[in-house]
């Protein structure tokens, strides 16, 4: 049991005004069971009761440590030495909380200069790191406040985590699996201006967990650091034999397996999943080119002649496949990414590499400005693939997003994916209230609106957006899909059930550039964002599908946010577009689902400049685009070949319900 954090009754002068009580809904407002609380001032103290259930148990964390553990009921007394908590619900539904706050007597000293926390007690022999290190991010935490930097430089080697002594959080991540708890390796909860030296180390994860989350935090700095886990969450098998309609594929050491039931099943967490699909590479990395789409349908019924190779029942030539090629098998579970961002203000990753995910490699939702310099998904020894999703995703975030010099190889979706979230209006309660639901299983509970914002009311059959935006006047979460949104003014004209909402308030600048993206599944880069976009210097190669697309919807994901301003200079374009995926129908694919854009009065995406690139290519489209104004395309190197088979009707631009172009002749 851990112990209580005591203060001598006498260090209490008075009661602050009373928080009262953490009801269910402000619990699942912050996370399927956890809520996280601001401390006032570093000379309070936090009273209160645990919540009423039998047998249930209950702990405050500073999101690192655990303060405080009990069983319903049962008070606490705590002082705090950080800047936020984490009331977790451990075996329970949402439960409430009774808490207050009183103030010490003697307020602390603020420190004012840098420490530097050396970890060369973090065991770098296999054993488990995770205690020795979060006890150091727990004391850089406790000495900051507002004033201090602390510095956790680790000495260079393998450091490992295990999910047994893991912290257990609850939140929720958009675009992922949603889980009760989440078994964190690394929790940088709470923090300001904390930087972490990995100095070229590698962190291992094993089994299922999350391995980074840096949340409600300002300042954070990673350097040096690679990520990955101690088995590949999909595996790789070269085919050694095709014959009499079957197909043998060998599998390296560092995959793991099993054959049960005449089936394969991929064993990479620890958990038997059934594949569903395989992708094709060649030896040295490239997507093989089929020209269809990429994830190929694969009967796993086999048989395992020895521990590295399996014989399926499958004739990998009739999919156009031959020997010394690569599949991946691949399912469709996102569990765990490598790390989340949430709440995280002033986040900066210097080399930071991942090379291996459950999930995405990195998510970043409600966070504003994220500095990327160098790292990336890069391809660990011997392997095809890097991280199962997304390399980089960026839902609801604000203020600027800075990518420079990353390479991004393998991985199973785009490199970049940056969007809004909108909500679709389910019911029109009063001229000035409405029903909102998220849209996608996937995205949910996260904030997306809060009092005090503004809003952009989208027409979900058109996607315009309406020149007037609303504010909220308040805000209340009925379960994980649906809010109660009350606006300070009546809806616009117009606006009703079916229509989408997005938050005005939260939309990203982005700047990618000197980036390399390569050999990837489905799309290059994906922006879905009003406020500036600059891609420069980036070489894209061998994308499957388009290497930069520009996206929006209000009826399928609900990612949406407009492009007003996007400029695609001095890239280097090789071969992309050699299969087909999801709104990838040229080299720049400028696609939102628009239901009706026949009746549009303004197009969707706006002011696109793509000027001084060069084009490396087999005979697609350059460009394909729906419901865009403002398309400029001049003074680029253009070649085409016949590396691959052509696709879609050869011409070089595709333009469909588009307004003004200027597009450069062959």
């Known amino acids: 049991m851990f112990k209580q954090l005591i203060v001598p009754m006498a260090a ?194 094993h089994g299922a967990m999350q391995p980074v989350l840096i949340m409600d935090s300002t300042g954070v700095e990673l ?74 349908p694969w009967p796993n019924k086999c048989e395992k002649l020895s521990d590295t190779r399996v014989r399926f029942f499958n004739d990998a030539a009739k999919l156009g496949l031959k020997e010394g090629q690569v599949l991946v098998y691949r399912h469709y579970g996102r569990p765990h990414p490598a790390m989340v961002l949430y709440r995280a203000n002033d986040t900066v990753l210097n080399e930071v590499v991942f090379q291996d995910s459950q999930g995405m490699a990195l998510i970043a939702q409600r966070s504003r400005n994220i500095t990327i310099n160098g790292g990336g998904c890069i391809c660990a020894e011997g392997r095809i693939y890097t991280v199962s999703a997304d390399a980089t995703h960026f839902s609801n975030c604000a203020g600027t997003i800075n990518v420079t010099g990353a390479v991004y190889e393998g991985m199973m979706d785009d490199a970049i994916n940056v969007h809004s979230t909108c909500l679709g209006i389910e019911k029109v309660l009063s001229e000035r209230e409405v029903i909102a639901r998220y849209m996608h299983s996937q995205a949910v509970g996260f904030e997306v609106f809060e009092q005090g914002e503004r809003v952009q009311f989208i027409n979900g059959a058109t996607l315009e957006n309406t020149p007037e935006l609303g504010k909220i006047a308040a805000v209340q979460k009925l379960d994980e899909e649906h809010l109660r949104i009350t606006f300070e003014a009546p809806l616009p004209d117009g606006i009703g059930k079916g229509d989408a909402l997005e938050n005005a308030d939260w939309y990203p600048a982005v700047n990618f550039i000197g980036c390399t993206v390569q050999h990837n599944r489905a799309r290059g880069t994906l922006f879905t964002t009003p406020k500036p976009v600059l891609v420069k210097d980036c070489k894209f190669i061998g994308s499957s599908g388009s290497a930069i697309l520009l996206a929006g919807d209000a009826q399928g994901w609900y990612e949406s946010g407009r492009c007003l301003d996007v400029k695609i200079i001095n890239n280097y374009f090789d071969h992309n577009l050699i299969q087909r995926y999801q709104f990838t129908d040229g080299i720049i694919s400028i696609y939102p689902m628009v239901k009706k ?33 403002g398309i400029i395309f001049r003074n680029n190197d253009v070649q085409f070949d016949d590396l691959h088979a052509p696709m879609h009707d050869k011409k070089p631009y595709v333009l469909k319900h588009c307004g003004k172009t200027e597009l450069q002749q062959f």
Not at 32 to 61: C, W, Y
Not at 139 to 165: C, D, V, W
Request: charged residues 25%.
């Open 597 to 629: 854009p026949e009746l549009q009065k303004v197009r969707y995406h706006q002011n696109i400049l793509i000027e001084g690139n060069t084009f490396r290519t087999h005979r697609v489209p350059l460009i394909y685009a729906i419901s865009a104004d």
């Open 12 to 205: 209490v002068v008075a009661w602050q005004a009373p928080a009262g009580e953490i009801s269910e809904s402000d619990m699942l407002k912050s996370g399927r069971r956890m809520v996280v609380l601001d401390v006032r001032s570093q000379d309070q103290v936090l009273t209160g009761t645990a919540p009423k259930g039998a047998g249930e148990t209950f702990r405050i964390l500073n999101g690192v440590e655990v303060l405080w553990e009990g069983k319903n009921g049962e008070s606490f007394r705590i002082l705090p030495h950080c800047r936020k908590l984490c009331l977790v619900s451990v075996d329970s539904e949402n439960k409430a909380w009774d808490i207050k706050w009183q103030s010490e007597l003697n307020n602390r000293a603020m420190a004012t200069h840098s420490v530097v926390l050396k970890g060369n007690k973090v065991p770098t022999d296999g054993t488990d790191a995770g205690p020795a290190l979060r006890k150091l991010i727990a004391n850089a935490g406790n000495m900051g406040y507002e004033k201090q930097q602390a510095t956790i430089e680790l000495p260079r080697g393998e450091y490992h985590f295990y999910p047994e002594s893991a912290t257990k959080l609850s939140y929720y991540i958009s675009n992922h699996d949603q889980q009760d708890m989440q078994p964190v390796g690394l929790p940088l909860v709470g923090l300001k201006n904390v930087k972490i030296n990995g100095n070229g180390s590698t962190f291992i994860f």
């Open 223 to 296: 350097n040096g650091i690679t990520i990955k886990h101690d088995a590949p969450y999909y595996n790789e098998g070269k085919i050694v034999e095709i014959k009499d309609g079957k197909t043998t594929l060998e599998f390296a050491p560092q995959f793991r397996w099993e054959v049960k039931n005449g089936h394969y099943f991929l064993m990479g967490d620890g958990t038997p999943r059934k594949p569903g699909a395989v992708l094709a590479f060649e030896a040295d990395g490239r997507m093989v080119a089929t020209g269809k789409a990429g994830d190929m």
